[in-house]
Protein backbone atom coordinates (compact mmCIF):
# COMPACT_ATOMS: atom_id res chain seq x y z
CA UNK A 1 0.00 0.00 0.00
CA UNK A 2 1.94 3.19 -1.17
CA UNK A 3 -1.12 5.27 0.95
CA UNK A 4 -2.20 4.57 4.10
CA UNK A 5 -3.92 7.05 7.33
CA UNK A 6 -2.22 8.17 10.71
CA UNK A 7 -4.30 10.17 13.65
CA UNK A 8 -1.29 11.95 15.17
CA UNK A 9 0.03 14.71 16.95
CA UNK A 10 2.45 16.70 15.49
CA UNK A 11 5.73 17.08 18.33
CA UNK A 12 8.67 19.19 16.08
CA UNK A 13 9.11 20.65 12.71
CA UNK A 14 11.67 22.49 10.60
CA UNK A 15 12.02 24.14 7.76
CA UNK A 16 13.62 22.32 4.58
CA UNK A 17 13.81 25.15 2.11
CA UNK A 18 11.15 25.67 -0.74
CA UNK A 19 8.48 25.54 1.22
CA UNK A 20 8.75 22.03 2.74
CA UNK A 21 8.76 21.05 6.58
CA UNK A 22 10.05 17.88 8.00
CA UNK A 23 7.56 16.73 10.48
CA UNK A 24 8.07 14.42 13.84
CA UNK A 25 4.81 12.74 14.80
CA UNK A 26 3.73 10.41 17.57
CA UNK A 27 1.19 8.52 16.09
CA UNK A 28 -1.43 6.35 17.12
CA UNK A 29 -0.77 3.29 14.65
CA UNK A 30 2.69 4.05 14.08
CA UNK A 31 4.11 6.11 17.16
CA UNK A 32 7.51 8.35 16.58
CA UNK A 33 7.70 8.89 12.48
CA UNK A 34 9.12 11.38 10.65
CA UNK A 35 7.58 12.58 7.34
CA UNK A 36 7.98 15.18 4.74
CA UNK A 37 4.97 17.93 4.01
CA UNK A 38 5.51 19.37 0.93
CA UNK A 39 4.97 22.91 0.60
CA UNK A 40 3.31 22.89 3.85
CA UNK A 41 5.41 26.72 4.88
CA UNK A 42 4.01 28.53 1.99
CA UNK A 43 0.94 30.39 2.97
CA UNK A 44 -1.03 29.34 0.70
CA UNK A 45 -0.79 25.67 1.68
CA UNK A 46 -4.09 23.60 2.69
CA UNK A 47 -1.85 21.88 4.99
CA UNK A 48 -0.20 24.52 6.81
CA UNK A 49 -2.85 24.88 9.70
CA UNK A 50 -2.81 20.96 10.15
CA UNK A 51 0.90 20.60 10.62
CA UNK A 52 1.10 23.28 13.44
CA UNK A 53 3.73 22.43 16.31
CA UNK A 54 1.32 20.68 18.70
CA UNK A 55 -1.49 19.75 16.17
CA UNK A 56 -3.60 17.04 16.69
CA UNK A 57 -3.98 15.95 12.98
CA UNK A 58 -5.38 13.14 10.56
CA UNK A 59 -2.91 12.29 8.11
CA UNK A 60 -3.06 10.74 4.55
CA UNK A 61 0.80 9.36 4.05
CA UNK A 62 2.49 8.39 0.94
CA UNK A 63 5.04 5.66 1.44
CA UNK A 64 8.19 7.29 -0.18
CA UNK A 65 11.61 5.00 -0.77
CA UNK A 66 13.63 6.86 2.00
CA UNK A 67 10.95 9.19 3.71
CA UNK A 68 7.22 8.91 3.62
CA UNK A 69 5.43 12.10 2.64
CA UNK A 70 2.21 13.77 3.46
CA UNK A 71 -0.27 13.72 1.22
CA UNK A 72 -3.50 14.94 2.41
CA UNK A 73 -4.02 16.27 6.74
CA UNK A 74 -7.08 17.58 8.48
CA UNK A 75 -6.59 19.31 11.73
CA UNK A 76 -8.61 17.89 14.62
CA UNK A 77 -7.37 19.55 17.42
CA UNK A 78 -5.51 23.28 17.40
CA UNK A 79 -4.58 23.41 20.99
CA UNK A 80 -5.10 27.42 20.29
CA UNK A 81 -5.53 28.46 23.95
CA UNK A 82 -1.85 26.47 24.04
CA UNK A 83 -0.32 29.13 21.77
CA UNK A 84 -1.53 31.97 23.33
CA UNK A 85 -0.21 31.18 26.32
CA UNK A 86 3.94 31.24 26.89
CA UNK A 87 3.34 29.09 30.21
CA UNK A 88 1.40 26.01 28.26
CA UNK A 89 3.49 26.48 24.89
CA UNK A 90 6.53 25.78 27.30
CA UNK A 91 4.75 22.65 28.87
CA UNK A 92 3.27 21.61 25.73
CA UNK A 93 6.80 21.69 24.30
CA UNK A 94 8.15 19.85 27.23
CA UNK A 95 5.63 17.35 26.87
CA UNK A 96 6.18 17.15 23.04
CA UNK A 97 10.11 16.64 23.74
CA UNK A 98 9.81 13.86 26.28
CA UNK A 99 8.15 11.47 23.66
CA UNK A 100 10.18 12.62 21.09
CA UNK A 101 13.05 11.33 23.28
CA UNK A 102 11.84 8.58 25.13
CA UNK A 103 9.69 7.11 22.55
CA UNK A 104 11.51 4.71 20.08
CA UNK A 105 10.98 5.35 15.89
CA UNK A 106 8.02 2.99 14.49
CA UNK A 107 6.70 1.36 17.63
CA UNK A 108 2.91 2.39 18.36
CA UNK A 109 2.07 3.46 22.01
CA UNK A 110 -1.27 3.81 22.46
CA UNK A 111 -1.68 4.59 26.13
CA UNK A 112 1.05 7.09 25.48
CA UNK A 113 -0.56 8.67 22.43
CA UNK A 114 -3.46 8.85 24.88
CA UNK A 115 -1.92 10.60 27.53
CA UNK A 116 -0.22 13.08 25.67
CA UNK A 117 -3.10 14.33 24.11
CA UNK A 118 -5.26 14.01 27.44
CA UNK A 119 -3.02 16.14 29.18
CA UNK A 120 -2.68 18.62 26.62
CA UNK A 121 -6.57 19.24 26.51
CA UNK A 122 -6.31 19.22 29.94
CA UNK A 123 -3.99 22.18 30.32
CA UNK A 124 -6.79 24.74 29.09
CA UNK A 125 -8.18 24.78 32.54
CA UNK A 126 -6.08 22.70 34.86
CA UNK A 127 -2.81 22.92 36.69
CA UNK A 128 -0.05 22.82 34.13
CA UNK A 129 2.76 22.10 36.12
CA UNK A 130 1.13 19.19 37.76
CA UNK A 131 -0.36 17.46 35.12
CA UNK A 132 3.18 17.80 33.28
CA UNK A 133 4.48 16.24 36.43
CA UNK A 134 2.15 12.94 36.39
CA UNK A 135 2.75 12.95 32.24
CA UNK A 136 6.77 12.43 33.32
CA UNK A 137 6.18 9.73 35.31
CA UNK A 138 3.55 7.90 33.36
CA UNK A 139 5.34 8.39 30.37
CA UNK A 140 8.32 6.66 32.01
CA UNK A 141 5.91 3.68 32.79
CA UNK A 142 4.42 3.53 29.65
CA UNK A 143 8.15 2.85 28.21
CA UNK A 144 9.49 0.48 30.97
CA UNK A 145 11.13 2.87 33.00
CA UNK A 146 8.51 2.90 35.69
CA UNK A 147 10.30 4.11 39.13
CA UNK A 148 9.58 1.53 42.03
CA UNK A 149 7.82 3.59 44.95
CA UNK A 150 6.28 0.24 46.96
CA UNK A 151 9.44 -1.03 48.03
CA UNK A 152 12.88 -0.20 48.14
CA UNK A 153 14.14 -0.36 45.36
CA UNK A 154 17.44 -2.01 46.23
CA UNK A 155 17.07 -4.69 49.10
CA UNK A 156 13.20 -5.12 48.06
CA UNK A 157 12.57 -4.27 52.33
CA UNK A 158 9.60 -2.19 53.06
CA UNK A 159 11.32 1.15 53.39
CA UNK A 160 12.07 2.33 57.01
CA UNK A 161 13.18 5.36 58.75
CA UNK A 162 14.31 8.55 56.66
CA UNK A 163 13.97 7.39 52.80
CA UNK A 164 15.52 8.35 49.63
CA UNK A 165 15.01 7.98 45.88
CA UNK A 166 17.79 6.80 42.93
CA UNK A 167 17.25 7.22 39.51
CA UNK A 168 20.59 4.55 39.23
CA UNK A 169 18.38 1.76 41.25
CA UNK A 170 15.06 2.92 39.75
CA UNK A 171 13.37 4.48 43.02
CA UNK A 172 12.58 4.70 46.02
CA UNK A 173 15.76 3.37 48.78
CA UNK A 174 15.39 2.67 52.61
CA UNK A 175 17.96 4.91 54.96
CA UNK A 176 20.76 1.74 55.14
CA UNK A 177 20.25 1.60 51.42
CA UNK A 178 20.18 5.25 50.47
CA UNK A 179 22.82 6.30 52.63
CA UNK A 180 25.39 3.74 50.51
CA UNK A 181 24.37 4.80 47.20
CA UNK A 182 25.87 7.86 45.25
CA UNK A 183 23.40 10.23 43.65
CA UNK A 184 20.78 8.90 46.39
CA UNK A 185 18.14 11.85 47.28
CA UNK A 186 16.61 12.43 50.30
CA UNK A 187 13.28 12.15 49.50
CA UNK A 188 9.65 12.86 52.01
CA UNK A 189 6.71 10.09 52.54
CA UNK A 190 4.21 12.74 51.07
CA UNK A 191 6.12 13.07 47.94
CA UNK A 192 5.92 9.04 47.47
CA UNK A 193 2.42 9.13 48.00
CA UNK A 194 2.01 11.94 45.50
CA UNK A 195 3.97 10.10 42.95
CA UNK A 196 1.68 7.23 43.88
CA UNK A 197 -1.19 9.24 42.70
CA UNK A 198 0.04 10.48 39.85
CA UNK A 199 0.32 6.90 38.77
CA UNK A 200 -2.80 5.73 39.57
CA UNK A 201 -5.40 8.45 38.80
CA UNK A 202 -6.44 9.73 35.61
CA UNK A 203 -5.61 13.38 34.72
CA UNK A 204 -8.86 14.75 35.07
CA UNK A 205 -9.04 13.79 38.69
CA UNK A 206 -5.65 16.09 39.54
CA UNK A 207 -7.65 18.75 39.91
CA UNK A 208 -8.50 17.18 43.54
CA UNK A 209 -5.19 17.30 44.76
CA UNK A 210 -2.91 19.68 46.52
CA UNK A 211 0.53 19.50 46.21
CA UNK A 212 2.35 22.43 48.39
CA UNK A 213 5.52 24.44 47.09
CA UNK A 214 8.04 22.37 49.09
CA UNK A 215 6.51 19.05 47.88
CA UNK A 216 6.45 20.19 44.00
CA UNK A 217 10.07 21.44 44.41
CA UNK A 218 10.90 18.00 45.11
CA UNK A 219 9.08 16.03 43.03
CA UNK A 220 10.71 18.26 40.07
CA UNK A 221 14.34 17.78 41.36
CA UNK A 222 13.67 13.84 41.71
CA UNK A 223 11.87 13.45 37.96
CA UNK A 224 14.40 15.45 36.25
CA UNK A 225 16.87 13.26 38.01
CA UNK A 226 15.09 10.59 36.97
CA UNK A 227 14.48 11.07 33.55
CA UNK A 228 17.78 12.57 32.96
CA UNK A 229 19.70 9.17 34.09
CA UNK A 230 17.42 7.43 31.57
CA UNK A 231 17.23 9.81 28.84
CA UNK A 232 21.32 10.62 29.28
CA UNK A 233 20.86 14.32 28.51
CA UNK A 234 18.74 17.13 29.57
CA UNK A 235 15.47 18.21 27.96
CA UNK A 236 15.81 21.84 26.23
CA UNK A 237 12.07 23.07 27.38
CA UNK A 238 13.41 22.53 31.46
CA UNK A 239 15.73 24.89 30.66
CA UNK A 240 13.35 27.28 28.72
CA UNK A 241 11.02 27.33 31.44
CA UNK A 242 13.67 28.25 34.50
CA UNK A 243 14.54 31.39 31.96
CA UNK A 244 10.60 32.08 31.75
CA UNK A 245 10.65 31.76 35.41
CA UNK A 246 13.64 33.48 36.62
CA UNK A 247 12.80 32.99 40.40
CA UNK A 248 12.72 29.61 39.92
CA UNK A 249 16.60 29.50 39.21
CA UNK A 250 18.44 26.22 40.76
CA UNK A 251 14.92 24.72 40.58
CA UNK A 252 14.16 21.81 37.46
CA UNK A 253 10.99 23.15 36.12
Known sequence: MKLYKVEAVVLRSRDLGGGDKLLILFSREHGKMKVVAHGAAKPSSRKRGAVQLFSHTNFLIHRGRELDSVSQCEGVEMFSFIMGDLEKIGYASHLSELVDALAPEGEPNEPLFFLLLETMRLM?????????????????GFLGYRPVLELCAQCQGQPAGNIFFSPGQGGVLCETCGR?????????????????????????????????EAARKQIKKLLHEYLKYHLEQDLKSAAFLNRLYPEHAGRDV
Open 124 to 140: ETADAEILARSFEINAA
Open 180 to 212: LEPGAMPCSRGVVETLKVFLSWPPARLRQLKVG
